[in-house]
């Protein structure tokens, strides 16, 4: 009887630890797993707000994470995203300045923070390019010249400087022989030779050009009066979302193409200056290698990036004409400069393409000044100087973007007119197709693993899709004004991603839908460049801030 009692109180001894026991896991683990960081984001107008941005960066770090308001005002941090400490909080939302809290100490048991907004005083300081040109007074002809200032800076240079219609003519000359690695704060001159005299507005448009960005500079006090007008704040499966930005540690870089290795490290070019660079993601930390300089008196910095078979990367050394490959092994580089009598002080090496070199152990690069193919042997480091793509007929196709499919054979995305073609890799043939929309300016794109060709239309402000199988080219037409996009990828899940120069906006296309979801940045973001991460389940994109000095990771969450 004893020993029975005994059993039975043990038993219920054991049996209410372990409830306890399970309790408290269950407690912790919902402690683990619960936001460090939420609360609701409203305005004393307005109420609860959606689609406003809300980002935090711990102090001393390089990394800000980002989440956006739902219907309800609610933001939510996810588990594992921010750890322990003080972290700054900074806001956008168009028309709106932060009130507070601009601090905000995370604990282990996570945070509370309900964000205060209120109407803006400034808003000239938050349009983004895009805003500035559907602000603007005037038809899309006059202003079609401004898109091209944003290689450098912001139109709200242009839209608030202090010039007349005299002053702005020479600004064009001066501006046109800046190199395209230029910013404000590092111009590099052009040398004397055909880029370097070509004017970015041309001659007959110099005037009139002028004389219209006086009339509409808020600078000056007689100019056209116009409504400042900012797009509308993202909303539904736009604020489905987590964006995580990585500060370089050149304050200067210019992170103009980003590519994701396979073993996840995100590689960089830097567009003015004779660096490239790796990014670990779950460390945070970039290392930077050092590219050699094949002509010291040229502009310095490097456009495209790619991986060969092999993993290693390759850079399009622009005005140092040559190419560059990177040992991802060792970390050495090897430079391959164009024969000197097939250069001059305008060559340009813009693009490389050693994607597919595996197929015949060559990689395709150009000289952007002739519009020449360039063909390197990687076996004998000797160039093939194959000249101009021309069809049966004699058209010539003048690429910019030369993205290659499996079996090495080149594509010509022609960024100054309609037109799309491929050259064969064993024949050198070309083959040309026009799109359907016109002025579309095909620039850069890539090929999936379906051998369908996806490329950006900049002039017609959409999306490309060129299949071989049927020779047919279908397009998608962006929803916002302006977006001109550069690049385009497509994913294993069946998502295809843009990026847009002028406004801070990344899009997401559902090709079986048609669906498109526009993701806004924090901050104002020059994307060139677009690349996938498809390791997980879901599609991840990376971009560059060409003029942020960082590398912006965006996570859509459904």
Known sequence: MHTTRQRLMTGISLGFSIALFSAAMGASAAVAQSAPLSGTVSSSGDGPMEGVLVSAKKEGSTITTTVVSNEKGEYSFPAGRLEPGKYTISIRAGGYDLVGPKEVDVSAGGAKADVTLTKTKHLASQLTNADWLMSAPGDDHIKSFLPDCTGCHTLQRVFTAPHDADEFQEIFKRMGRYSPGSTPLHPQPLLPGPRGERPRVRADMAKAAAEYLVSVNLSN??????????????????????????????????????????????????????????????????????????????????????????????????????????????????????????????????????????????????????????????????????????????????????????????????FGKTNIGVRDAKTLKTTIWKTPVGHSRPRRGRVDDQGRLWFAEFGGNGIGMF??????IKEWKLPIAWSDPYDVGAAKDGSVWTGSMLTDRVTRLDPKTDEMTNYLLPRSTNIRRVSIDNSGPRAVLWVGSNHGASIVRVEPLD
Do not use: C
Request: glycine share 8%; hydrophobic share 30%; no cysteine.
């Open 221 to 414: 006090p007689d100019h056209e009066p116009y409504k400042l007008k900012i797009m509308p704040r993202p909303k539904g499966k736009a604020t489905h979302v987590i964006i995580t930005e990585y500060d370089l540690p050149r304050k200067d870089a210019q992170p103009h193409d980003v590519d994701v290795a396979k073993d996840g490290k995100v590689w960089y070019s830097d567009f003015g200056a004779q660096y490239a660079g790796y990014l670990d993601p779950k460390t945070g930390q970039t290392k930077e290698v050092e590219i050699p300089v094949l002509k010291p008196e040229q502009p310095k910095g490097s456009l495209e990036i790619e991986f060969d078979p092999k993993g290693n990367a390759w850079l399009a050394g622009m005005y140092q004409a040559g190419i560059y490959e990177i040992d991802a092994k060792t970390m050495k580089v090897k430079a391959y400069p164009f024969p000197k009598e097939w250069q001059s002080p305008s060559t340009q090496a813009s693009m490389v393409s050693p994607q597919h070199s595996d197929a015949d152990g060559k990689v395709w690069t150009n000289n952007q000044e002739q519009h020449y193919n360039y063909r390197l042997d990687v076996a004998t480091g000797k160039f093939e100087d194959l000249g101009a793509a021309k069809d049966a007929k004699g058209q010539q196709i003048s690429a910019y973007g030369m993205p290659t499919d499996k079996d090495n054979n080149l594509y010509l995305l022609e």
């Open 467 to 472: 299949d071989p199988k049927t020779q047919k």
